[in-house]
């Protein structure tokens, strides 16, 4: 299991996992789930497209990735915000099927695109994924006041001369760079799960930002190697792992949650006086980790 | 047929019985998911949409392992994955996103596993593209009765709670205060919903669904704010980008890489009606 190209394979998803679990903080903290199943998805066509005119499917990824967060930038400004990304998703993905119906042999290519082939990974997809990674955290790193910032406080943020446009670009582009990086290696189905359990669960076990993204990018790493040994015993497909395990590590941080807050709620009855009231032990909470009014 | 307009319906468009039967789907989707779509731009619950479409893929793909007709499995899947989203909160406005993503991408880990099962167990691989990207050129006669009876009673659905949705969909407090039961209105609308993208995937494929679901209904919101027009506003949009990408599509087996794919023109085609909607404003909308 550790040995020839496994070792790649586990190289490879501890990188992703890393990325799409720092990421993924910020997917939560903005209630922007859709976005970050968007984006992987829509670049899915880039990567047929690239296949078709036979190029390196990361150029292909690449553009679309970037393409469809500029077009949910753009339509999205004024209007709904979620028709915008609804529509720039499904037209990125018509694209896809049309590039795949001009090519032969499609069927385990484009599964393989969807779902990943974490444990195909050849030794050449190491040295771009890494640049891709460092790039994508060292952007994180320097974004990463402004848009905690800009996601909590989108007020006092704009008064500090963030404007929330300005953070929501900066944002989508960070998940497009995400998207590109991870999309050859491991699937888009199995980007996005990374992308919104882990650092779900984290959030329902800390509420200091930084901690939380400490605790997402672990769950994440923990995630998927459990799905890797899974995967590799069972011979099921990566994906189907890292879907289940990320939403049970999200239940996990709800129940947490529901026996902490009936924990506090008992102590709340024990002591009547003393202490927080239960009542406002909820926003306290949930203010100082920064839910996203959106 | 006079020979500029066979240039652009190619001849025996009319005359084919898969063409027909296509038509007659098509229009009655189309007709489904405008209506059901109109609540789903007004809730902005494209992603709920988006996930149910996405999720079906597994229900079609282990219809297809089991050996029944996929709507089935795209029915009886969504309509599971919608009880799941009501059940973990999808209704609350805070943290809705997030429930409906953990549902989709368990659901769609559920999609890569019947997908993978289905490849190794036929020797056909052709069952992965159409769930995902559906081929309404290769419906079976006996879906017609199936859809009109699902798309009726999705219909019917959103006629009985007309009313107290339209409420509860535009204002849930003032909804919650006349009393109105808000959960179980918005439970029925998932329900709804989840028959209309189980619909749409059978046309379009499961991937794609939530393009006739939201692309027509927020087409017809840009030009009117009436709910009942927006409807029937809708329904058209969708009937017409889903003929006209079928008569594309037919067409387009003259054109290079013979036979391009219904599901990429009505796609395009909704965006292009959606981007004119916003573009070309109505002139009543600019008194507010």
Known sequence: ?294 | MPADLAAIIAPGFFSSSSVQLALVVGALVAIVTGTVGVFTVIRGQSFAGEALGDIGASGGSSAYLVGIAPLWGFVGISVAAAAVMELIGIQRARGRDLATGIVLGAGFGLAALFLYLGTISSSTTGATVTILFGSIFELDTSTLPLVAVLGAIALGMILVIYRPLLLVSVSPELGAARRLPVRLIGSLYLLAMALAVALSAVTIGAILSTALLVGPAATALQLTRRPGRAIVCAALVGIGVMWLGILLAYDSYTWPHHGWPVSFFVVTLVLIAYIASRVIPAPRKRRD
């Open chain 1, 1 to 294: 299991m550790f040995s020839g190209f496994m070792v790649n394979a586990w190289i490879v998803a501890t990188i992703v996992a890393v990325v799409g679990g720092a990421v993924g903080f910020f997917v939560v903290l903005r209630g922007s789930a859709f976005v970050a199943h968007a984006i992987p998805n829509g670049s899915f066509a880039g990567a047929a497209a690239a296949s078709l005119i036979g190029i390196n499917t990361l150029i292909g990824l690449g553009v679309f990735a970037f393409g469809s967060a500029l077009g949910i930038g753009l339509l999205g400004r004024r209007g709904r915000h979620d028709v915008a990304t609804a529509l720039t998703l499904v037209f990125a993905l018509g694209l896809g099927a049309l590039f795949l119906s001009f090519t032969v042999e499609y069927a385990p290519e484009i599964y393989s695109l969807l779902f990943g082939e974490v444990l195909g990974i050849s030794a050449n997809q190491l040295g771009p994924t890494i640049v891709l990674a460092a790039v994508c955290l060292v952007v994180l790193a320097l974004l990463y006041r402004p848009l905690l910032l800009s996601s909590t406080l989108p007020d006092s943020a704009h008064a500090r001369g963030i404007p929330p446009y300005a953070a929501e670009l900066a944002f989508l582009i960070l998940v497009a760079l995400a998207t590109t990086m991870t999309v050859p290696v491991v699937g888009t189905a199995l980007i996005f799960s990374l992308m919104i359990g882990p650092p779900a669960a984290a959030r329902a076990f800390t509420t200091r930002p930084l901690t939380a993204v400490a605790l997402s990018v672990a769950i994440a790493v923990a995630v998927a190697w459990a799905a890797i040994a899974l995967s590799y015993q069972t011979n099921w497909p990566v994906g189907f792992y890292v879907g289940v395990i990320s939403a049970a590590s999200y239940a996990a941080g709800r129940i947490w949650t529901y026996a902490r807050r009936h924990r506090v709620a008992a102590r709340g009855e024990a002591t009547k006086n003393g202490g927080e009231s239960p009542r406002f032990a909820r926003p306290i909470r949930s203010s100082s980790t920064g839910s996203a009014g959106s």
